[in-house]
């Protein structure tokens, strides 16, 4: 498993370091996770952050970061019916029509608030056509340090061989933050779409946590029977914010999850020795020195780390799966049958895309 952020960050099962008095971190019920400040790229804790997983809807942060920038927001575009051949099967969708003019802007709200894959689409198409787009993604990803990620799909939707990880997605995400349209749109909890003859119709933000956590600022959610639910939550609160990036949720999960993450983020965080960092564009990868607090701050002695799994990390086989992570974070046998399997396979990519309802108005 990639060590990329620092070497701890590359060991499986939970990482932090949590000196006396800092608050124990909550149970939670996801394969990967990371909670990083936004601002320093710190991370407080992880657990597996470098597994390669479907990312689902997630990945459209990549697909904003690489062609948001390249399009004027207050252009046009007459929609080709041709532009919306190929989405796949039980796609999500803000209901595109062929023929119609939309601002760019406008697709782009279709994209973040309803995840629309065909509004994705259109925009590939302004952006030189789908198989482009994936390609400058799959560079984009490059230049970020996202060495967890391959795109073979724009929206996300299940493909084989389509992975990403909780850390790479926390790079998008942060990346993207630094945009003020991004920011804009991955903050706006409703908006109108265009519909035929002038008329217009509401469309809302399927990120739920924007109406029901403070300080909440975005970022982006997704959904697809592989992946179950994954989700990228940004909040703001006393001058601090913080980022919880969280994979292979079981539905009904997530924003409990991502709520109770991100509160201990708020409260370990001033307490919390940061376990490795977030690569900034075109820097070194590396790790955070020791010795200090999630909030900077120097701290004596060594903190002994949270119990959760193996330090040992075995060979990968090069496809994506790390043989000694299945046996260092104490997998029960139970999961390497038929379910275990399943899971292996999907990670390979050998099964067949399944059907993606998204996004996110969770299960």
């Known amino acids: 498993m990639s060590g990329l952020g620092g070497p701890r960050l590359g060991q499986p099962g939970v990482q932090a370091d949590l000196p006396p008095g800092t608050p124990a971190l ?14 320093t ?14 990312p689902a809807s997630t990945l459209k942060m990549l697909f904003a970061d690489t062609v948001l920038p390249k399009l004027d927001k207050n252009a046009t575009h007459v929609v080709d019916p041709k532009e919306l051949q190929g989405l796949g099967e039980g796609s999500s969708a803000v209901g595109v029509k062929e023929n119609l003019t939309y601002k760019v802007e406008d ?3 279709g994209v973040f608030l309803r995840s ?3 509004a994705v689409h259109v925009l590939c198409a302004m952006n030189g056509g789908v198989d482009a787009t994936v390609a400058q993604m799959n560079e984009r990803a490059k230049a970020l340090h996202a060495d967890d990620t391959h795109v073979v ?4 939707y299940d493909m084989p061989g389509q992975v990403s990880s909780a850390y790479d997605l926390a790079l998008f995400a942060r990346e993207g933050m630094k945009n003020p349209d991004f920011r804009g749109y991955v903050s706006t909890k409703d908006a109108k779409f265009p519909g035929k003859d002038g008329t217009t119709f509401a469309i809302q933000n399927t990120n739920q946590m924007l109406s029901t956590y403070p300080g909440m600022i975005g970022v982006k959610n997704g959904y697809t029977t592989n992946a179950e639910n994954t989700f990228v939550g940004a909040a703001t609160r006393d001058g601090r914010t913080l980022m919880v990036s969280i994979m292979h949720v079981r539905p009904g999960k997530t924003y409990e999850q991502t709520k109770m993450l991100l509160d201990w983020g708020f409260a370990a965080a001033g307490t919390a020795k940061p376990v490795g960092s977030l690569v900034d564009p075109g820097g070194k990868p590396g790790g955070t020195p020791s010795g200090t607090t999630a909030s900077g701050q120097t701290l004596p002695g060594q903190a002994a780390a949270v119990p959760g799994g193996a330090q040992a990390v075995g060979s990968s086989s090069g496809d994506g ?11 029960p046998a139970v999961l ?8 292996f396979l999907r990670r390979r990519g050998l099964t067949r895309p399944t059907v993606h309802f998204e996004d996110d108005i969770l299960p």
């Open 41 to 54: 790229g710190q991370v407080i804790a992880a657990k597996n952050p470098h597994w390669q997983l479907a």
């Open 336 to 343: 390497l049958g038929g379910g275990g399997l399943l899971f």
């Open 153 to 156: 799909s724009p929206d996300g």
């Open 107 to 109: 697709l782009w709200n």
């Open 321 to 331: 799966v790390s043989w000694g992570l299945w046996a260092g974070i104490g997998v």
């Open 116 to 118: 629309g894959n065909d």
């Open 26 to 39: 909550p149970p939670v019920e996801a394969y990967s996770w990371l909670v990083a400040d936004m601002t």
